[in-house]
Each structure stands twice: as structure tokens, then as C-alpha cells.
């Protein structure tokens, strides 16, 4: 038998229906559903006052694993409705001063290396991006929601067909959660 224990704080409360789990907390509410054909009857979630038991009756080592991915999703959504999850991003330029604008759901890197039309990072879910000079701060109490925004506006900044030890121009992520600054 494989089994994990997630321990619920205070001020979290957590509701299990048929392997979809809904956190809410002090920063908001998140909810995810766990349920997958493959793993329909051997892998099973219950909530018992302030833990959540996460449990296979058989030992194989692809549920082992299933089992510590789903344990890690959860422990995320709990951090996410306590603390939230941040990443900063540093805009560097060399010779072209490019400038970032968020309007609606969209991020406009504008005169990258001196292009004409503006570069586009697409923001994923309730995520929150503020620019302050040169740093751009993406904050969402779902971290997988803040990763892909701060994913996506690197991936913007790419630079192909150029030798990219020449040219550092582009916005590359500097700090992510849980990490010590400049641990990227």
C-alpha cells in the first residue's frame, strides 16, 4: 500500500468530490480535478479533519509516482490560497531601450532589439503582471498559471538566427518561488 499525507493549516478549508479538490483560503479559491481513466480505481483521495490522505492498495511504481505528483499538486493550491506564488523577471537591453505594456490579457514588448511591430506573451488565468522600471512581476495563487506567464514572456524575447552570446537583449526570469534571488 502507497500512501501520502498532506497536512491542512488554519484558515484552509478543502473539499473532495470524486477526485476534484477545491482549496480555499485567505487569497482565494482553487480547484482541480485529479480524475484520470488509467488511475480510475486504483488511486484514491479522502479527507480526514485536517489532513488529506492520498492512497493506492497496490504497490506499482507508476502510482507511486502519480501519487507524489498529485500530493505536490495539492500542497501547491495550499500555499497558493496562503502565500501566492511570484517570479520576477529582469528586462535587459543593450542598445535598443525596449519597453513593456500590459493591455487586457496580453504583454507588448515594443522596440525589441529595435523591431517595428510589438512582441506578444499571452497571460494565462487571474495572473497579475506589473512592470516597475526594469523588472516585470508576475503574482497568481495559481502557480502553474504564474510559471506559464513568466514562461511566455521569455519565450517571447527569443532571439533566433542571431549568436545569442552577442545578443542579451530580452526579458529573462530572475527569481522564482520558493528560490533565493538570482537562483533562477
Given amino acids: 500500500m502507497i500512501e501520502k499525507i498532506v497536512q491542512i493549516p488554519e484558515g484552509v478549508s478543502v473539499t473532495i468530490t470524486n477526485k476534484q479538490v477545491f482549496v480555499k483560503g485567505p487569497k482565494g479559491e482553487l480547484n482541480r480535478d485529479f480524475f484520470s481513466p488509467r488511475y480510475e480505481n486504483s488511486i484514491f483521495l479522502e479527507k480526514k479533519d485536517d489532513k488529506i490522505k492520498i492512497y493506492s492498495k497496490t504497490d506499482r511504481k507508476e502510482l507511486k509516482s502519480m501519487i507524489g505528483t498529485i500530493t505536490a499538486h495539492i500542497k501547491n493550491m495550499i500555499r497558493g490560497v496562503c502565500e501566492g506564488f511570484e517570479y520576477i523577471l529582469k528586462i535587459h537591453y543593450v542598445h535598443f531601450p525596449m519597453s513593456v505594456e500590459i493591455k487586457d490579457n496580453i504583454v ?31 503574482s497568481s495563487i495559481d502557480r502553474e498559471a504564474a510559471g506559464k506567464t513568466a514562461a511566455n514572456i521569455e519565450q517571447a524575447c527569443r532571439i533566433s538566427r542571431r549568436d545569442r552570446r552577442v545578443f542579451q537583449d530580452g526579458i529573462y526570469i530572475a527569481k522564482k518561488p520558493g528560490r533565493k534571488f538570482g537562483d533562477a
Fill in 108 to 138: 507588448y514588448i515594443k522596440n525589441f532589439l529595435g523591431e517595428r511591430g510589438p512582441r506578444t506573451a499571452r497571460i494565462i488565468g487571474d495572473t497579475k503582471v506589473t512592470v516597475k522600471k526594469d523588472e516585470v512581476i508576475v
